[in-house]
T-cell receptor, first 110, second 114 residues
C-alpha cells in the first residue's frame, strides 16, 4: 500500500472552474511538496509546505499536519494548467527521502 | 538558471544490452537520485548518492547499478536491459539537507526495451 495517496486519479474541468486535488499520507513528514509534470516528462516544483497555506498566482496549497492531509487548489483553471500534479511527502528522517503519490492527471478544456 | 540535465529524452534498446543513463547538475548539490515512473505507481527510488563514490539502494535497485565519479554527474546503469525496465527515468538533485524549498528534476528519459 502506497504511503501517499492522491485523489482523484483523473480530473477533467472546463476552463474557469475551481479544481481541488487531495493528498493523504501515513508517514511522519517534515514537509510536503506539490509538483507539476507536463507532457514530455519534466517535473517542476510548485510548493513546499510544512504547515498552513501557500499561494502562488492561481495556485493555493494547504496542509493539515494533524489530519495528515494536503490539498492543491487551482482557481480559474486554464487549458495551460493541464498536467499531472504529484504530491510528495518528505519523510522525517536524516536525509529527507520523498514518498510520491501516483499523480493526478488534470485536463482543462476550453 | 539552475539545471538538472539528462543526456537523452528517448532511448530504444534491445533486451540484454547494457544501458547508460547520464545525469548532470550544475547546482553543486551533494545528493543525487534516480527514480523510475510507471503509470499508477508514481515515482519510485532506484538509487541515490550523497557524495562522490557513495551510493545507497532505494526501493527498487534490482537490475540497476549506479556510478558517481564526479559530484555533478550521476549515472544509472542497466547491466542487461529487460522489457520490464521499459519506463520513464527521472534524475533529481538536492543539497545535503534533502529536498528543501525546491525539488530539482531532470526532464526525464523515456526508455523502451524491445
Amino acid at each position: 500500500k502506497n504511503e501517499v495517496e492522491q485523489s482523484p486519479q483523473n480530473l477533467t474541468a472546463q476552463e474557469g472552474e475551481f479544481i481541488t486535488i487531495n493528498c493523504s499520507y501515513s508517514v511522519g513528514i517534515s514537509a510536503l511538496h506539490w509538483l507539476q509534470q507536463h507532457p514530455g516528462g519534466g517535473i517542476v516544483s510548485l510548493f513546499m509546505l510544512s504547515s498552513g497555506k501557500k499561494k502562488h498566482g492561481r495556485l493555493i496549497a494547504t496542509i493539515n499536519i494533524q489530519e495528515k492531509h494536503s490539498s492543491l487548489h487551482i482557481t480559474a483553471s486554464h487549458p495551460r494548467d493541464s498536467a499531472v500534479y504529484i504530491c510528495a511527502a518528505r519523510e522525517d528522517d536524516s536525509w529527507g527521502k520523498l514518498q510520491f503519490g501516483a499523480g493526478t492527471q488534470v485536463v482543462v478544456t476550453p | 538558471d539552475v539545471k538538472v540535465t539528462q543526456s537523452s529524452r528517448y532511448l530504444v534498446k534491445r533486451t540484454g544490452e547494457k544501458v547508460f543513463l547520464e545525469c548532470v547538475q550544475d547546482m553543486d548539490h551533494e545528493n543525487m537520485f534516480w527514480y523510475r515512473q510507471d503509470p499508477g505507481l508514481g515515482l519510485r527510488l532506484i538509487y541515490f548518492s550523497y557524495d562522490v563514490k557513495m551510493k545507497e539502494k532505494g526501493d527498487i535497485p534490482e537490475g540497476y547499478s549506479v556510478s558517481r565519479e564526479k559530484k555533478e554527474r550521476f549515472s544509472l546503469i542497466l547491466e542487461s536491459a529487460s522489457t520490464n525496465q521499459t519506463s520513464m527515468y527521472l534524475c533529481a538533485s538536492s543539497n545535503l539537507l534533502g529536498f528543501g524549498t525546491e525539488a530539482f528534476f531532470g526532464q526525464g528519459t523515456r526508455l523502451t526495451v524491445v
